[in-house]
């Protein structure tokens, strides 16, 4: 069975103290139900609007300090929750994607938290969350063109040995580790920090692995919450 085990840096903990995270491990099965990714992510829409959930503006304000605390500019680029929360207030919608990534980006709507989802067989050991250095090569798309961009020193980022997978802690995603339903080994993050209480962020968790049960009868998943360990 597969089981991600992803790493923290220590010095993450000082950026933001209290961030905390579930990791989830999924083994896919054939999709039967396709269309449940859609339907949640058409009512996460509706449930943006109306301004749920009442904690999402100190959440989503509370990542735009710590994204600033490592250099970034949050009003340029936000969280990734943040970012998805501001093109549904501007469009009432989202248009559809991907049955997984529909569904992974209806509970960051719903429940204002930045949540990751990774093609974790394209990874080149397990994921670490660090301060970049700044040498580390990140896939991206540039003018309609593959491109290799760099992080600015400092930056945090997911990465593995072969370079950054995610830029700006949970900004933007790499090309090579591209999550899709054609997947058949996904690992997703879901990032909070205090502000989010912590019985959200497993509801979130819960309400993505119910999701992905209804999608595909009979995966297999595991869940961790990922914290700072008192020494």
């Known amino acids: 069975m597969l089981t991600v085990s992803p790493s923290i840096a220590p010095e993450i903990y000082r950026i933001a103290p209290g961030f905390r995270a579930l990791s989830i491990s999924v083994k896919a099965a054939p999709v039967l139900n396709p269309n449940i990714g859609q339907t949640a992510l058409q009512e996460a829409c509706e449930a943006v609007l109306t301004g749920a959930p009442e904690w999402a503006e100190s959440h ?7 994204y600033q605390t490592f250099g970034a500019k949050p009003k340029r680029t936000p969280c990734s929750a ?3 929360r501001k093109r549904v207030s501007r469009d009432g919608t989202m248009p559809a ?5 529909d569904l992974y980006n209806a509970v960051s709507l719903r429940y204002a938290v930045p949540v990751g989802g990774e093609n974790i067989a394209a990874y080149q050991s397990s994921p670490r969350l660090v301060v970049a250095k700044g040498t580390e090569p990140f896939d991206t798309v540039k003018d309609g063109e593959s491109a290799i961009e760099y992080p600015s020193q400092g930056e945090v980022v997911w990465c593995d040995d072969a370079g950054v997978t995610c830029r ?8 090579r580790t591209r999550l899709d339903v054609e997947a058949q080994q996904m690992w997703f993050i879901l990032e909070s920090l205090p502000q989010m209480p912590l019985e959200m962020l497993h509801e979130a968790g819960k309400m993505l692995t119910d999701g992905l049960e209804r999608m ?9 919450l990922i914290e700072e360990q008192c020494q």
Not at 97 to 101: A, H, N, S, Y
């Open 97 to 101: 994607l991907d049955p997984i990534v």
């Open 168 to 175: 700006r802690w949970n900004w933007r995603q790499g090309i």
């Open 216 to 224: 595909m009868p009979g995966l297999w998943f595991e869940v961790a």
């Open 82 to 84: 943040d970012a998805l």
């Open 60 to 66: 989503l304000a509370a990542w735009a300090e710590v």
